[in-house]
């Protein structure tokens, strides 16, 4: 794995932990580490070692958005520059969101803006109680357009309509009630609940996994049709046929241990 300046990766049994490492900005972003998050990401999802990702964050705040020396430098650029710079961040965000392997945000602090985005192209969402969410892009003049795609999937058309425009905080209750994380827990056992998680999912067929994450991508929101439905009977039968389906079933059956249990 690379040295990257604004992130710490780690891989512990199937499990590779990435964790925004610039607390003292709030784990605000940059092209930096849009630049890292794209390829850290593409990296792992490559990784036949590596199972499910955590994206985490160090210090208090999970994200604060975009880094302000970055927006400042920004404003002086051309049109065609900040095309550039916005596809950059919309490619980090489809990287993550398109990323084979299952993804998790444990989000220890305060989540703003473009930080938003990041947790919405995660797969699974924990937060501790204190964390605070908002999208305050439009107190500063902006819209949160390049994170929308996301964001309004994982809060919900009508709530987004109400967040977007009025830049609210609201807090890990809330984002609960509204489905944008799954679960709330006290900061001391944030660590514990998402270990737990992991190993729950390190244990699932990681074919299968993938298999499920194309699925959920295809299907959500989709119109039932004759074609969806042919693409779905399509895909139980290529799994049933695909080695880890037989070799799952099998164990079953024979009562033991699939192999993805017992091997590297």
Known sequence: M?????????????????????????????????SELTSVFSDLGKDDKVRVIVLAAAGKAFCAGADLNWMRAMADFSYEE???D??????????IYECPKPTIAAIQGDVYAGGMGLVAVC?????????????SEVRLGLAPATISPYVIRALGARAAQRYFLSAEVFDAKKARQLGFIHERVSEDVL????AALCAKIVNNSPNAVKTCKHLLHEVA????????IADTVKGIADIRASE?????????LQKRKPDWLTTN
């Not at 916005?86 to 990287?95: E, G």
């Open 2 to 34: 690379n040295n990257y300046k604004s992130l710490l990766v780690d891989i512990e049994q199937h499990v590779a932990t990435v964790t925004l490492n610039r607390p003292e900005i709030r784990n605000a972003f940059n092209d930096e580490t849009i």
């Open 82 to 84: 900040n095309l550039a």
């Open 86 to 95: 916005a596809d950059k961040l919309a490619q980090m965000l489809k990287t």
């Open 123 to 135: 797969d699974i969402a924990i937060a501790v109680k204190l964390a605070n969410f908002c999208l």
């Open 191 to 194: 660590e514990d609940t998402v």
């Open 221 to 228: 929101g989709a119109a039932i049709t004759d074609e969806l």
């Open 244 to 252: 880890q389906g037989r070799e799952g079933v099998q164990a079953f």
